[in-house]
């Protein structure tokens, strides 16, 4: 089974097929959000009191340990880690924004790309970059 874990704490952010991450939303509603574990599968849920516009900024945060998942290189991307069948730990970039699709799966001898804006990135070592 994979494991997506909190890049700070280590805690565990998936159940039964999807990542649970707390959140914040532009107009500062905050709650709790499901993500498909399935990297490329932009199936999310979240309470349908909670607005979140197409397009707008979305903060992502640990539901343990409460800090920002914020990628340091991109704001508007967030960081959080898989560790895989085979134990390989990987970095799983996503965009923090709504409806914007675009995943990086990053290890230490490939990077993959899932979701049909992630074709956006003319760089694609970008994320390399200091
Ligand atoms: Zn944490």
């Not at 230490?108 to 070592?125: C, I, N, T, V, Y």
Request: with cysteine.
């Amino acid at each position: 089974m994979n494991q997506y874990n909190c890049p700070y704490c280590s805690s565990y952010l998936n159940a039964k097929g999807y990542i649970v991450l707390s959140f914040k939303s532009d107009n500062d509603t905050c709650g709790i959000i499901l993500m498909s574990e399935e990297l490329g599968d932009y199936t999310i849920y979240f309470n349908p009191e909670v607005s979140i516009k197409k397009g707008e900024k979305t903060h992502f945060y640990c539901p343990c340990c409460s800090k920002s998942l914020e990628f340091e290189h991109d704001k508007n991307m967030v960081r959080i880690f898989k560790i895989d069948e085979k134990g390989e730990v990987h970095t799983v970039i996503f965009s923090a924004i709504y409806g914007d699709q675009k995943t990086f799966l990053l290890s230490e001898e490939r990077q993959l790309s899932f979701g049909e804006h992630a074709m956006k990135f003319l760089d694609p070592k970008w994320y390399l970059k200091q």
